[in-house]
Nanobody, 124 residues
Framework: QVQLAESGGGLVQAGGSLRLSCAASGRTYTTNGMGWFRQAPGKEREFVAAVRSSGGGTLYGDSVKGRFTISRDNAKNTVYLQMNSLKPEDTADYYC?????????????????WGQGTQVTVSS
């Protein structure tokens, strides 16, 4: 099993920045791709970004391209999400996800490990 623990959420004004972290523990050697999803109240879970195990390949949701950057430090078993130019519509619970399958996708079903989530609130 792999456990994921997110941190770094909070309240920020529009235009500000936050960096989320997700630390993996347990059988981390089994994980390949890692990603971030978010879910706002009353809405479907939305893909945000994903990164390959090597860190060399990334994928972003259309709504965050150019503003968010995903990265990972395999030595620390940690993936990061740098969020810049935040907007009120970025307000959501952000979830870290990991998969033991090869490759990355935007489909939640691809990921078999999930964190508990961290809340991000962007005020206007």
């Amino acid at each position: 099993q792999v456990q994921l623990a997110e941190s770094g959420g909070g309240l920020v004004q529009a235009g500000g920045s936050l960096r989320l972290s997700c630390a993996a523990s347990g059988r981390t050697y089994t994980t390949n791709g890692m990603g971030w999803f978010r879910q706002a109240p009353g809405k479907e879970r939305e893909f945000v970004a994903a990164v390959r195990s090597s860190g060399g390949g990334t994928l972003y949701g259309d709504s965050v391209k150019g503003r968010f950057t995903i990265s990972r430090d395999n030595a620390k078993n940690t993936v990061y999400l740098q969020m810049n130019s935040l907007k009120p519509e970025d307000t959501a619970d952000y979830y870290c996800a990991a998969t033991d399958r090869g490759g990355i996708t935007s489909a939640p079903a691809w990921y078999n490990y999930w964190g508990q989530g961290t809340q991000v609130t962007v005020s206007s």
